[in-house]
């Protein structure tokens, strides 16, 4: 099982990045994906949720409205768009697929959000 993330990296305040998760080892059509962040000195949290056929989607209320998650089921991959970024949305950024009680986790990548 391997799931890399990529897109991460510094932007303005009020800009704009796209993440992307490439999973594989896995039939990742059948796992429900999620993008989890870790602030620096906080504990991790769930941003978004999307499940299997992406029919299913949930946002933390932080970025409701901002940020939108979305998944290519042919290409074992999903995505993280994000909008209207602010400096408390630095973060490490995770993808996280699960399927009952298993779950796999990928690297992280940085974003930083600062003028």
């Known amino acids: 099982v391997q799931l890399v993330e990529s897109g991460g990296g510094l932007v303005q305040p009020g800009g704009s990045l796209r993440l992307s998760c490439l999973a594989s080892?896995?039939?990742?059509?059948?796992?429900?994906m999620r993008w989890y962040r870790q602030p620096p000195g906080k504990e991790r949290e769930l941003v978004a949720g999307i499940s299997m056929a992406g029919r299913n989607i949930n946002y933390a209320d932080s970025v409701k409205g901002r940020f939108t998650i979305s998944r290519d089921n042919a290409k074992n991959t999903v995505f993280l768009q994000m909008n209207s970024l602010k400096p408390e949305d630095t973060a490490v950024y995770y993808c996280y697929a699960v399927r009952g009680t298993l779950g796999a986790w990928g690297q992280g990548t940085l974003v930083t959000v600062s003028s």
């Open positions: 080892g896995f039939p990742f059509s059948s796992y429900v």
